[in-house]
């Protein structure tokens, strides 16, 4: 979206965001191709009848399986046995259909489950080898014939009754329906567990996102509350040197008045000190002249 591609955004956000074993399968693809590769070829191998593939390929698979256990500690995600089965199970399907159609190649939407991969002889994402096929019964060899003298000794013997022979091995197909609907609940199980680790590492990224979010607002406040303070604390000086400023020219113009009285009553003081002076010498003279009468008596 930040790029300019509004539609390309909107289909990304339309997305299934996928769980973490279809996250680790992908990464699988990209990051351990030619483990992934031999998966692949040991699959296709067993597709075209080599059954001597199959402990190639069911290493192939513990071999991607403990690397998903690796990138799963790297990404801080706990590797459960629960993931790493489900991983193993897709991997399995992937193997069995030869790769990741209909979804692109390194991008599963989804868990996927083998569609009959015991018909096939290739592995499943348990640690177990694949059951083998059931093998044909031999043709039964012609019973020796016994002594004449042993005859009679058979007629006495009671005849077994039918539902008393061993019966053939018919519950196979029995079996492997039941091995089918036990492996598909089992399935069910771990995509279960998976959704319920999935919505709670959902919850705890929440409340993580919740709690991160609320300490930055927090933050915010707090550096909003010390801007406030900062700006106050400006403007109370700012209004104190407004203040001296005001009153030192209040001071001035007062001195400078002062002054200037001053400078008055100097010009006044000297200017009444030369009228004392020439007062006195105007009495100085009357006094030298009355003298100058009584020496004339």
Known sequence: KAAGDAAGAKQVLARK??????????????????????????????????LKASGAHRDAIAKLRARAKTMLEDAGNAPTESTLRRVATTLAAIAVTGGFDPDPPGALSEDRDPPGFAAFGIASGSDEPAAPAPEKPAKAKAAPKKPKHAKADDDEKPKADDDDKPKADDDDGTDDLAKARAKRARAKEIEAEERKEERERAKAEKEAEKAREAEEAAQRAAEIAEKKREEAEKKRITAERHR??????????????????????????????????????????????????????
């Open 17 to 50: 965001r996928p769980t973490i074993s279809v996250w680790v399968v992908n990464q699988l693809y990209w990051h351990a191709r030619d483990a992934f590769e031999d998966l692949l070829a040991t699959a296709e191998r067993l597709r075209k009848g080599d």
């Open 244 to 297: 001296l400023e005001a009153a030192i020219r209040s001071a001035k113009a007062e001195l400078a008045d002062r002054v200037h009285e001053v400078k008055q009553l100097e010009k006044q003081l000297a200017a009444a000190a030369q009228s004392v002076e020439g007062a006195k010498e105007i009495v100085d003279d009357l006094v030298r002249k009355r003298e100058e009468l009584r020496g004339d008596d």
